[in-house]
C-alpha cells in the first residue's frame, strides 16, 4: 500500500507562483511513475505532468515551460513548482503514484488562481 498526501495549495494572483507537495509514504520501493491531475468543476480529471523512477519528465502542453514537476527520493516527495498562474490553472491538484499493479491516488487539494 501507498498513502499519498498532497500540500500547499491555496489562493494566488494571476501570474503568480504555487508549490504543491506530495508526501508519499508505505510501500515506496514499489513505486515507478508519479504524477500530478487536476480537475476543475464541471470538467473531467486531465493529467498535468509526470515523473518516471529515472528522472524523465513530461507536460500538458499547457503548462510546458511555466510547471516543473521534480521527485526528491531521500524525502519521499513530489512537487510541482507552478509559476506564471493563469486563471485556467484553477482546480483540484491530485498526485497519483503508480506501482506494477496498481495506481494510489491523495486526496486532493485546492489551487486558486483570481484577483
Known amino acids: 500500500q501507498v498513502q499519498l498526501a498532497e500540500s500547499g495549495g491555496g489562493l494566488v494572483q494571476p501570474g503568480g507562483s504555487l508549490r504543491l507537495s506530495c508526501a508519499a509514504s508505505g510501500s515506496i520501493s514499489s513505486i515507478n511513475t508519479m504524477a500530478w491531475y487536476r480537475q476543475a468543476p464541471g470538467n473531467q480529471r486531465e493529467y498535468v505532468a509526470g515523473?518516471?523512477?529515472?528522472?524523465?519528465?513530461n507536460y500538458k502542453d499547457s503548462v510546458k515551460g511555466r510547471f516543473t514537476i521534480s521527485r526528491d527520493g531521500a524525502k519521499n516527495t513530489l512537487y510541482l513548482q507552478m509559476n506564471s498562474l493563469k486563471p485556467d490553472d484553477t482546480a483540484v491538484y491530485y498526485c497519483k503514484a503508480q506501482t506494477r499493479f496498481r495506481a494510489y491516488w491523495g486526496q486532493g487539494i485546492q489551487v486558486t488562481v483570481s484577483s
Open positions: 515523473i518516471t523512477s529515472g528522472g524523465t519528465t
